[in-house]
């Protein structure tokens, strides 16, 4: 069965300095789909990044970087130049090609604080 | 851009009442969704919806829950009579395609309270 572990609970960092969030994944499917979600305070989730198991490519996406790795089952998300604004709870997720409904399985989150 | 919306965003409710927590999935999506988030916790899959039935449900997903899109533009979610234990953020999602690599659009949740 899928499973998708965030090991951080609770991250806090100073304004300006880069952070990333670790993600591990399992899966038996060959083809699956990694996310990443943020949650803000005020409670909605919100779509930031996207990648499927056959590509690796790591990318850059303005502040937003991710770094996936199929032999370590991990997808790591980097936020560069953090701001106050990106203080939420970060979720990374899981979709199974083979499973119907493509199901989204969501880790524990990563709560973010950024200080001023 | 087009979004998801639900209503209401604060349903509060009564231990054993029925309640049904409403979504309005994009236009032109398909594939239609439903999942809960107990408060401090993660996000659990409940239910999926395609072509007007269950795609596929979750263990939480038992006989008090049913879905229904009983027209051309809302999805509901129906809880049959409401526990202590149903109080949670409902999300619904919809997606345009059956592929799993459509990114899922969330709508901004219904916190449910059961007293």
């Known amino acids: 069965a899928q499973k998708v572990t965030q090991a951080q609970t609770e991250i806090s960092v100073v304004e300006k300095e880069d952070v990333t969030l670790d993600c591990v994944y399992e899966?038996?499917?060959?083809?699956?789909?990694l996310f990443w979600y943020k949650q803000p305070p005020s409670g909605e989730l919100v779509f930031l990044i996207r990648?499927?198991?056959?590509?690796?490519q790591n990318e850059i996406s303005g502040r937003y970087s991710w770094n996936f790795q199929k032999s370590t089952s991990s997808f790591n998300f980097t936020i560069t130049a953090s701001q106050v604004v990106d203080s939420a709870v970060y979720f990374c997720?899981?979709?199974?090609?083979?499973?119907?409904?493509?199901?989204?399985?969501f880790g524990e989150g990563t709560q973010l604080t950024v200080n001023p | 851009e087009p979004e998801v919306t639900q209503t209401p965003s604060h349903q509060v409710t009564q231990m054993g009442q029925e309640v049904i927590l409403r979504c309005v999935p994009i236009?032109?999506?398909?594939?239609f969704y439903w999942y809960r988030q107990i408060l401090g916790q993660k996000v659990e899959f409940l239910v999926s919806?395609?072509?007007?039935?269950?795609?596929?449900k979750s263990e939480i997903f038992d006989d008090q829950f049913s879905v229904e899109r009983p027209d051309g533009s809302n999805f509901t979610l129906k809880i049959r009579s409401t526990k202590l234990e149903d109080s949670a953020m409902y999300f619904c999602?919809?997606?345009?395609?059956?592929?799993?690599?459509?990114?899922?659009?969330f709508g901004d949740g219904t916190r449910l309270s059961i007293l």
């Open positions: 999602a919809s997606t345009v395609g059956a592929f799993s690599n459509q990114p899922q659009h």
């Open positions: 899966t038996r499917d060959t083809t699956y789909y």
């Open positions: 990648r499927n198991s056959f590509d690796e």
């Open positions: 997720a899981l979709s199974e090609r083979e499973t119907s409904g493509s199901r989204l399985t």
């Open positions: 236009s032109n999506h398909l594939y």
């Open positions: 919806f395609y072509n007007n039935e269950i795609s596929e």
